[in-house]
């Protein structure tokens, strides 16, 4: 049993370029770790990344068929393990309910559950051989409902269910999964949302403001680091959604 303090040497973060996923790089580099990031597009984002650390762009779409197996391939041979998976890769745009159509439904699905389940699997050896972490992005929409719509709202309930769930099929391989659910933060998809319907979301607020993207990168490090916690969400929204 892999007892010894959690390790940042060895990261995997998907969707890097996104504005959480670039926040959560750039803190892995700040600390020192190599850090594969796996990008779409828009590989200007990371361009300007900087740290102790090493970046490895790696540009894989996610959602094509194959893709997590892909990724496992591109990982430095040298490499003995991963430390810390990230999966920041996902998204969606603002639609109601009744103009959802079934391929924006199963679009959403898709990127935000398949693929990070998918790239889990994929990796399950080289987080097992250093005793390695997992944290997924959910969504405090996942416990509020959201503005975004069923869509997404459903896709990041199913975010929570799946890290609860690996982290009890993964424990015994040393192996903890948990989750941060952040929302709403200053990305593109809350510049989406219409004046209106984002004052009403800061209204509901206790801090009365957006979070930004590197205050979910250090709750995102704190699970990393933190060696006895798995199958645990952390709501970083301000305190819109208090328990």
Request: aromatic share 4%; net charge neutral.
């Amino acid at each position: 049993m892999n007892t010894e303090r959690p390790r940042l040497e060895r990261v995997v973060v998907t969707g890097a370029s996104g504005d959480l996923g670039a926040a959560v790089t750039a803190a892995c580099l700040e600390r020192g770790a190599a850090v594969l990031a796996q990008y779409r597009s828009r590989k200007d984002r990371l361009a300007g990344l900087g740290g102790p650390g090493e970046l490895l762009p790696v540009r894989i779409d996610l959602s094509e068929d194959g893709a997590a197996r892909a990724l496992a391939a591109s990982l430095p041979p040298e490499w003995e393990g991963i430390d810390l998976l990230v999966n920041c890769v996902g998204g969606a745009r603002p639609v109601g309910f009744t103009e959802l159509t079934d391929e924006e439904w199963r679009r959403c699905q898709h990127l935000n559950v398949d693929v990070p389940f998918f790239v889990m699997r994929e990796l399950v050896g080289p987080l097992q051989a250093v005793g390695g972490s997992v944290v997924n992005l959910s969504s405090v929409a996942a416990l509020t409902g959201g503005s975004f719509g069923p869509h997404y709202t459903a896709a990041k309930s199913a975010v929570i269910g799946l890290t609860r769930s690996a982290a009890r099929s993964l424990g015994p391989r040393g192996i903890r999964v948990n989750c941060v659910a952040p929302g709403p933060v200053a990305s593109a998809m809350t510049d989406a949302l219409d004046d209106r319907t984002l004052q009403a979301l800061l209204a509901g607020t206790a801090l009365g403001r957006v979070v930004q993207p590197a205050e979910v990168a250090d709750a995102v490090l704190s699970l990393a680091l933190a060696g006895g916690v798995t199958g645990q969400t952390l709501v970083v929204d301000g305190g819109r959604h208090l328990q």
